[in-house]
């Protein structure tokens, strides 16, 4: 059976599990192996960029962000902003409370925070967010995504474990788990691959 849409994905889901009275269930696997996904993958085809105006102490993220990789200044010449954590973030701002062109981020809930404040206020700086976009979800409208085009292996193993805990006592929950596991690590080693690292490592650093 193919699997390159949402319809073959819940259909392969049924005939794996030999069920045919789970139509209402199904959804409700995939859409808990997409919430496990925005966990654990990391992969280039996620990365992204989206532009945005920094004229405060804080901005938004993007709707679709999940982890940070850099922030640009679009000046000339440009420059990238230096990530600190929360704690020497508070301890910048409490040797000095100027304004001035951005030099530090970090991240504050789902908000970046800059230090020093922006002094232009009026026009703001332009910068660029690098960063790890979720996964888009799958549904009746949005009937494919790259991961299910790359990896329909993975959905395929993630709904299935998913779908244990409501079946109860499922023995194969051993083998869905272990087998989804090793797909997941078997696509970052790829990507790691692609991107001409030598090394591989499972532990994303996390820029939040």
């Not at 319809?7 to 919430?35: G, M």
């Not at 193993?157 to 194969?172: K, V």
Request: hydrophobic share 35%; proline share 5%.
């Amino acid at each position: 059976m193919a699997l390159t849409t949402y319809a073959e994905l819940k259909a392969s889901i049924a005939d794996w599990l030999n069920r045919d009275d789970l139509t209402a269930a199904i959804p409700d696997f995939i859409s808990l192996a997409e919430a496990e996904f925005q966990r654990d993958i990391r992969h280039r085809y996620m990365i992204t960029r989206s532009q945005a105006t920094i004229d405060s102490r804080f901005s938004a993220t993007p709707a679709d962000w999940m982890q940070s990789v850099q922030l640009i200044l679009e000046t000339d010449p440009v420059e990238p902003l230096e990530y600190v954590t929360n704690e020497y973030m508070n301890k910048l701002r409490a040797s000095s409370s100027a304004t001035g062109k951005p030099r530090y981020y970090t991240h504050v809930g789902t908000e970046i925070e800059v230090y020093p404040a922006p002094d232009n206020t009026s026009t703001g700086y332009t910068a660029e967010l690098v960063y790890y976009a979720k996964v888009p979800v799958l549904s009746d409208s949005n009937t494919s995504n790259w991961l299910l085009s790359l990896s329909p292996d993975i959905y395929l193993y993630g709904a299935l474990l998913q779908s244990a805990p409501y079946l109860r006592d499922d023995e194969r929950i051993g083998v869905w788990g272990s087998i989804y596991q090793k797909k997941v690590e078997d696509m970052h080693v790829s990507d790691q691959r692609t991107r001409g690292q030598t090394s591989v490592t499972m532990r994303t650093r996390a820029l939040q």
